[in-house]
């Protein structure tokens, strides 16, 4: 199994934990509804600006590199195709969904939420986008789980009722702002497992179509609730944490969709709101109290009970025709080319029928029942 997957959920779980008290800070300039749009729009921009600086570098200029290939001495460039595998029609469905729930109410709910409860709290209750993709990919997309799962998703649940229950004001049983950043997640959970089903696509493209449509869709609202926003530092700002804790955050997150499926990712990704508490401690100055303190190691028990899971088990490919990024240094990719291939590169290839053993995750190559 390789550990490239594993880097990028990592890498965009920290980023995305580090948004959380970023996006508390900016709520005292930029009302909820805006907010959520500006992180949206600035991941479009972060992401547009990027695919303008790779179109400008010259074609003539490192090609064979840029696609993979190293032709023999004296022979013609192979001409397979892109680096990554853009969107087709019948994907478009999958983005679609993706973008209402997780681009337009995921974002918004989460902004309500944070708006009520403090960052250290907000933070941990991230953990439950892991426990939603988690379930939604069970019930609905057949992904498998064990009773190892099960378990860890009950501690989940545990840790965010014990941070529903407010310290400040004698125990006060305070569940509206909970509620919102669950139902957050909720909606980034269905939102992964739709992204999943085109996680072998471009995920600059992905990411860049979904800045801009839930982008825009909050903006609007958020002018025709009259919760609009001045272009001013605070507008730049939440621009700025858009690209690089959104725009960033959800290439890396694609990337690991593919190698991982949508319920190990979303386990790994519970790494995120560890981050984001600690950077609240620091950063909000926030003082957790006896609940949210035996929410935190509930969670932390939840997440390592996933993370050590092991999967390994006799399995059969059946006859494949696709098209996605992929190199020739795994065990799904043995197809050949006139002329050598290295690197990764896309083009439609066939996968032979074929059955082994080896451990593995649900990827593109292994969405097989058990």
Not at 21 to 36: E, T
Not at 72 to 77: E, I, R
Not at 183 to 202: H, P, Q
Request: hydrophobic share 50%; glycine share 12%.
């Amino acid at each position: 199994m390789s550990p490239g997957p594993l880097v990028s959920v990592l890498l965009s779980a920290v980023l995305f934990g580090v948004s959380v008290p970023l996006a508390k800070l900016l709520l005292g300039d930029v009302r909820p509804v805006a907010l959520a749009g500006l992180l949206y729009l600035g991941s479009f921009l972060g992401l547009a600006v990027y695919s303008l600086t790779l179109r400008a570098i010259p074609a003539g200029r490192g090609r064979a590199a840029d696609r993979g290939h190293s032709p023999p001495a004296g022979s013609v460039p192979l001409e397979i195709g892109r680096r990554e595998a853009k969107l087709e029609r019948k994907d478009w469905p999958w983005l679609a969904g993706a973008v209402v729930a997780g681009g337009i109410v995921g974002p918004v709910c989460l902004m309500a939420g944070l708006d009520r409860i403090s960052g250290f709290s907000a933070s941990l209750l991230l953990n439950f986008e892991g426990v939603a993709t988690a379930v939604i990919a069970v019930l609905f997309f057949r992904e498998n789980a064990r009773k190892r799962t099960w378990l860890a998703l009950a501690l989940m649940t545990a840790a965010g009722v014990a941070l529903s229950w407010n310290g400040v004001g004698g125990g006060r049983f305070a569940p509206a702002g909970p509620v919102l950043v669950v139902l957050a997640m909720l909606g980034w959970g269905l939102d992964n497992n739709l992204t999943r089903r085109i996680s072998d696509k471009d995920p600059i493209q992905i990411a860049r179509i979904k800045g801009l449509a839930a982008g825009a869709v909050s903006t609007a609202a958020a002018f025709l609730l009259g919760q609009g926003f001045k272009l001013d530092a605070a507008a730049a700002k939440g621009l700025a944490v858009g690209a690089i804790c959104y725009g960033l955050s959800l290439v890396l997150f694609i990337r690991a969709l593919k190698g991982l499926g949508a319920f190990r990712t979303g386990a790994f990704f519970s790494f995120g709101p560890f981050v984001g508490s600690l950077v609240s401690l620091w950063l909000l100055g926030d003082k957790p109290r006896w609940p949210t303190a035996a929410a935190g190691l509930l969670m932390l028990a939840g997440v390592v009970l996933i993370v050590t899971e092991r999967h390994i088990h006799g399995h059969r490919h059946e006859r494949t025709v696709h098209a996605h990024s992929h190199s020739h240094d795994d065990l799904h990719h043995g197809h050949a080319h006139e002329g050598e291939v290295r690197g990764s590169h896309t083009h439609e290839h066939v996968h032979e029928p074929l059955e082994h053993v080896h451990g593995h995750w649900p990827d593109t190559h292994h969405r097989h029942g058990h």
